[in-house]
């Protein structure tokens, strides 16, 4: 079965503090990842996605995640948070053999000044 | 970048009326769908559409539900007649490929069936 975790469901950080968004899939064959973004009122934007190879993809405005097969998981980075990043995150997975999007629940990501 | 937009941002109706929901994709993209978050739950696909037909539909896309995208112009989710459950923020989205292919989200329509 396909299925999204996001174990987090509000993360609070600092501004200029790292941060790890955490998300497990569960996918029957080859997965393709990705971490969406939704800003209030707005629809979701792709932060970026992973298809094959290496397993670290850069996204926008710095943010990156990790594909660790072995670990069922792609988890979402960033070095230094910004307070404009504050948005629901959500990590999603899809396949070549179907056109349908499996999401998490999302990730409320709330930065402090 | 690319946007898809949806007319109404809200609608709210009584149970057993029709309700037509619609969406502006992207205009070159090919493919369109549908997806279904109610409040507090996963956003869940309901239907993907391709070259005036239904491609692929999930259990939630009851029979009571219906897309089509007449000439090219809005693609549109109808709902007759809505039920309670119908509850939901629907968000569509747009893509030019299959498979691989990025799909934008519009920023939903949040329907309240009383």
């Known amino acids: 079965a396909q299925s999204v975790t996001q174990p987090d469901a509000r993360v609070t950080v600092s501004e200029g503090a790292s941060l790890q968004l955490r998300c497990k899939y569960s996918?029957?064959?080859?997965?393709?990842l990705f971490w969406y973004v939704q800003y209030p009122r707005q629809g979701l934007q792709l932060l970026l996605k992973?298809?094959?190879?290496?397993?670290v993809v850069q996204g926008v405005n710095g943010f990156e995640a990790e594909f660790i097969k072995s670990n069922s998981s792609f988890h979402l980075r960033k070095a230094s948070v910004h307070w404009s990043d504050s948005a629901v995150y959500f990590c999603?997975?899809?396949?070549?053999?179907?056109?349908?999007?499996?999401f998490g629940d999302g990730t409320q990501l709330v930065v402090k000044p | 970048g690319p946007k898809v937009l949806q007319i109404p941002s809200h609608q709210i109706i009584d149970m057993g009326q029709m309700v037509t929901l619609n969406c502006d994709p992207v205009?070159?993209?090919?493919?369109f769908y549908w997806y279904k978050q109610i409040l507090g739950q996963q956003m869940e696909f309901l239907v993907n559409?391709?070259?005036?037909?239904?491609m692929e539909k999930s259990k939630l896309f009851k029979d009571q539900f219906s897309v089509e995208r007449p000439d090219g112009s809005y693609f549109t989710l109808k709902i007759q007649p809505t039920a309670l459950e119908d509850s939901a923020v629907y968000f569509c989205?747009?893509?030019?490929?299959w498979g691989v292919g990025e799909q934008y989200f519009g920023p939903g329509t949040r329907l309240t069936v009383l």
């Open positions: 989205a747009s893509s030019l490929d």
């Open positions: 205009s070159n993209h090919l493919y």
């Open positions: 559409f391709y070259n005036g037909k239904v």
């Open positions: 996918y029957s064959g080859t997965p393709y």
């Open positions: 992973y298809y094959s190879g290496d397993p």
């Open positions: 999603a997975v899809s396949g070549n053999s179907n056109n349908r999007i499996f």
